[in-house]
């Protein structure tokens, strides 16, 4: 079993006009077999909480704590966080000129488990993993996210959660521009890594959409910095007819 625990975490960024607190005290606990899903307006810091968990440097974490069972992740560089069973699907993956999506795979493999995968197994496990997300196999002979569309890129990040297998898997908007056929693809695909043993999912999205794939466990509506309500998936219906008025609204 894996928990992820986040208690009171305050973050602040760096601007023209002195540090900017973005989150304001952020409490959630997230345990395998779970999927949460964050839902909240622009910019109300829910892809804040993405990065900083995984350690971007940009974010600076000012208070509270984040525990993956029981270790201080806060404390570890990005790639401990990785190996210690962190995953971070980004909302705009970067492009990686010159590195192949095949070397990039098995690198990636390699530091998380501490050995280099067997060849053989390692080929046939990313052509599987390719063809379930719908990518031909010479697609792994291209460039990291060079001249891909935004459907491969995001096929190709839930490709590599098949693959690089966590135990945590944090997906910023992993809907974002996906036609209807891709985001199918990639909800088969993340639903494939949830029946997995001890896997635990957050969902960050704008839209209910992709929740009519990915049924969620807790929805959270994220306003301003802060948790404004949790509930179960009858509050993201609430949020599709009424929208977050209510909540942004509301004094704090």
Do not use: C
Not at 10 to 24: A, N, R
Not at 136 to 146: G, K, L, M, P, T
Not at 157 to 171: F, K, R, S, W, Y
């Amino acid at each position: 079993m894996s928990t992820l625990e986040i208690k009171d975490l305050q973050v602040s960024v760096t601007t023209d006009d002195g540090p900017k607190e973005i989150l304001k005290g952020v409490t959630l606990t997230i345990s395998s077999g779970e999927t949460h899903a964050i839902m909240g307006p622009n910019g109300s810091g829910k892809s804040t909480l993405a990065y900083s968990i995984a350690g971007h440097p940009k974010y600076q974490i000012t208070g509270g704590s984040v525990t993956l069972d029981g270790e201080d992740i806060l404390e570890m560089s990005v790639d401990e966080r990785a190996r210690a069973g962190l995953f971070l699907a980004m909302q705009y993956p970067v492009e990686v000129p010159g590195v192949s999506v095949a070397n990039f795979l098995r690198t990636a493999k390699t530091a998380i488990d501490g050995e280099a995968p067997k060849l053989r197994t390692w080929v046939k496990d990313v052509n599987g993993a390719m063809e379930r997300m719908s990518l031909d196999a010479s697609f792994s002979q291209r460039s990291v996210n060079e001249g891909f569309s935004g459907g491969e890129k995001k096929r190709h990040e839930i490709a590599q959660l098949d693959l690089l297998d966590p135990n945590v898997a944090i997906l910023d908007e992993t809907d974002s521009g996906l036609d209807i056929d891709a985001l199918k693809v990639v909800s088969d695909g993340v639903n494939r890594f949830r029946e997995r043993e001890n896997k635990a999912v957050l969902l960050i999205t704008h839209y209910t959409r992709i929740l009519r794939y990915i049924q969620p466990d807790h929805v959270h509506v994220f306003v301003d910095g802060r948790v404004a309500e949790s509930g179960g998936p009858a509050l993201a219906e609430e949020l599709e007819a009424n929208g977050y008025e209510k909540y942004v609204l509301a004094p704090r």
